[in-house]
């Protein structure tokens, strides 16, 4: 489970943990417990943790808060931490030791920003499946030019290449960051500053040995911070960037971008929300659509399929009448 890197994915999904000095904090991202409990499911028994390379109190705090989940679970966590930033795929490198031993078996890596049913025992099985040297997971997305586009091929899932932000439809499948290598990936690896996206995965690729799994259900891009108490229906891919607050529901098949959506907000199937704010208790119905800059008051109710765009402000208590407003 990768947590390196300079820790800007992480923010806000972190939990801060104030220090003497009220002006450092240190964060741990608050996904990790979950990922960490749906590697045990899959049958995990050790899970190594790194730590990217920041001051030395950090890695005491990520050493005490892990301690409840690995007596809890009853799972081994080791750690390591980098000296000095070694990209997406050195800290697999540098962990080798720890990745690999006599059965050969390939490893699971989670970068540690990743939400989603996390299907390891499909990909498992997958991965048998193919028997190549890597599997990948990915997500299918509305609007791949704001992505690097992993292009494979259907019929048998075999990635071909990587296309970054293309702009021509080459393909709408795009990293999730869950793997499944074998141990014959790190040989792969140097000991510097390598892209795993970028380097490693399009190497095996060009070997025809890279293959990419769809990820079923849901999915949440990085830096999004939604309450354990929401309720997400399937079918919906949320983010990047936004925040879901304490008892919303949120229908099927939605697509929530860049948003606030505050306490109570009730989200009907298929709705699209994107770089706008719903306020308290407020209702969206479906197929509509709430875009570019507005803003819903409290207790707000838009009709199906009604569309709101262009910076509209929208007063409290509302029902507001099925026409588009531009």
Request: net charge negative; glycine share 4%.
């Given at each position: 489970m990768s947590h390196g890197g300079f820790g800007v994915t992480y923010r806000p999904h972190s939990i801060v943990k104030p220090q003497t000095n009220p002006r450092r904090q240190i964060r741990i991202p608050i996904l990790i417990p979950a990922e960490i409990e749906a590697l045990k499911e899959a049958g995990e028994t050790e899970v190594v943790l790194a730590i990217n390379h920041q001051q030395p109190e950090v890695h005491i705090v990520m050493l005490n808060f892990m301690k409840e989940y690995e007596k809890k679970l009853e799972i081994k966590i080791k750690f390591f931490q980098e000296t000095e930033p070694l990209g997406t795929a050195g800290p697999l490198a540098l962990a080798r030791d720890k990745l690999v031993d006599e059965s050969g078996e390939p490893f699971l890596v989670l970068n540690s920003?990743?939400?989603?049913?996390?299907?390891?025992?499909?990909?498992?099985?997958?991965?048998?499946?193919?028997?190549?040297?890597?599997?990948?997971?990915?997500?299918?997305?509305?609007?791949?030019?704001?992505?690097?586009?992993?292009?494979?091929?259907?019929?048998?899932?075999?990635?071909?290449?990587?296309v970054e932000k293309p702009l021509n439809f080459v393909g709408n499948k795009i990293n999730v960051g869950i793997y499944l290598l074998n141990p014959s990936v790190l040989d792969r690896i140097e000991l510097r500053r390598p892209s795993i996206e970028k380097e490693i995965f399009p190497n095996i690729a060009s070997e025809k040995m890279l293959y990419a799994m769809v990820l079923p259900g849901d999915y949440i891009i990085g830096n999004v911070l939604v309450d354990e108490s929401v309720v997400i229906g399937e079918g919906c891919l949320i983010g990047p960037e936004g925040l879901i607050g304490p008892g919303c529901v949120i229908g099927s098949g939605e697509r929530l971008m860049g948003c606030t959506v505050i306490r109570g907000v009730r989200i009907m199937d298929h709705a699209c929300i994107s770089n706008s704010i719903v306020g308290w208790a407020s209702m969206v119905g479906r197929w509509a659509r709430v875009v570019n800059i507005t803003v819903l008051g409290k207790d707000v109710h838009v009709a199906d399929a009604e569309v709101y765009n262009s910076g509209a402000v929208i007063e409290e208590q509302m029902s507001v009448k099925p026409e588009v407003v531009i």
């Open positions: 920003d990743v939400i989603c049913e996390y299907p390891l025992l499909e990909m498992i099985e997958f991965h048998k499946t193919h028997g190549a040297e890597a599997s990948i997971m990915v997500i299918k997305v509305d609007d791949p030019s704001k992505y690097g586009v992993v292009v494979m091929e259907e019929a048998t899932a075999r990635v071909e290449s990587f």
